[in-house]
């Protein structure tokens, strides 16, 4: 089993950037696929990025690609997603997400997640 906590949102300008990380327990943190989703008000959750066991391979979603970048430290127990050029309807809660796989792919469902964060909140500004 692992716990996760997402830290570092808040408000930023349009076109700024911001870096939230997810702090993950336990020993097992290279088992998981890795994912970064986001929920705004009244609307569902979606795909933001993925990022395979080993970090070898990511994935974003298309409003997000050239702009936001996933990464992962497994010595840390870290992912982080750097977002740059933020956009006004990039603000929503942002959730990280880890998927116990054995293989080396990334998942841009929600639904395959084993585990969820609380969210950390990213609010931009017009």
């Known amino acids: 089993q692992v716990q996760l906590v997402e830290s570092g949102g808040g408000l930023v300008q349009a076109g700024g950037s911001l870096r939230i990380s997810c702090a993950a327990s336990?020993?097992?943190?290279?088992?998981?696929?890795m994912g970064w989703f986001r929920q705004a008000p009244g609307k569902e959750r979606e795909f933001v990025a993925t990022?395979?066991?080993?970090?070898?391979?990511?994935d974003y979603a298309n409003s997000v690609k050239g702009r936001f970048t996933i990464s992962r430290d497994n010595a840390k127990n870290t992912v982080n997603l750097q977002m740059n050029s933020l956009k006004p309807e990039d603000t929503a809660v942002y959730y990280c997400?880890?998927?116990?796989?054995?293989?080396?792919?990334?998942?841009?469902?929600?639904?395959?997640?084993?585990?969820w964060g609380q969210g950390t909140q990213v609010t931009v500004s017009s």
């Open positions: 336990g020993r097992t943190f290279s088992s998981y696929a």
């Open positions: 990022i395979s066991r080993s970090g070898g391979s990511t």
């Open positions: 997400a880890a998927k116990q796989t054995f293989s080396g792919g990334y998942y841009s469902s929600h639904r395959l997640y084993d585990y």
